[in-house]
């Protein structure tokens, strides 16, 4: 069984910065892609950035494209995202999700808390 955990998460001021881990364990015979999305009170969860395992390959989500970063350390099996340039509106908590040939895995989430 896969499973994903998030950390990272907390509260900083606007125009600061924070990074995202994501750990995934267990049997995965074919890992496709790892991303980020998150979900504010009210709102629908939304993708944030994708990376492709094997390829490394990147995919953002326009409102934070220029100051996200996804990123992954094969050796670890761990996705990071990298925020900078946080604004109240990145407030949200944000879950990982691993795909692979057994589906689609999540994590329990991790708040990110952004103050003006």
């Known amino acids: 069984q896969v499973q994903v955990v998030e950390s990272g998460g907390g509260l900083v001021q606007a125009g600061g910065s924070l990074r995202l881990s994501c750990a995934a364990s267990?049997?995965?015979?074919?890992?496709?892609?790892m991303a980020w999305f998150r979900q504010a009170p009210g709102k629908e969860r939304e993708f944030v950035a994708r990376?492709?395992?094997?390829?490394?390959?990147?995919y953002y989500a326009d409102s934070v494209k220029g100051r996200f970063t996804i990123s992954r350390d094969n050796a670890k099996n761990t996705v990071y995202l990298q925020m900078n340039s946080l604004q109240p509106e990145d407030t949200a908590v944000y879950y990982c999700?691993?795909?692979?040939?057994?589906?689609?895995?999540w994590g329990q989430g991790t708040q990110v808390t952004v103050s003006s």
């Open positions: 990376i492709t395992w094997t390829t490394g390959v990147t």
């Open positions: 999700n691993l795909n692979d040939d057994t589906g689609a895995t």
């Open positions: 267990g049997r995965t015979f074919r890992r496709y892609t």
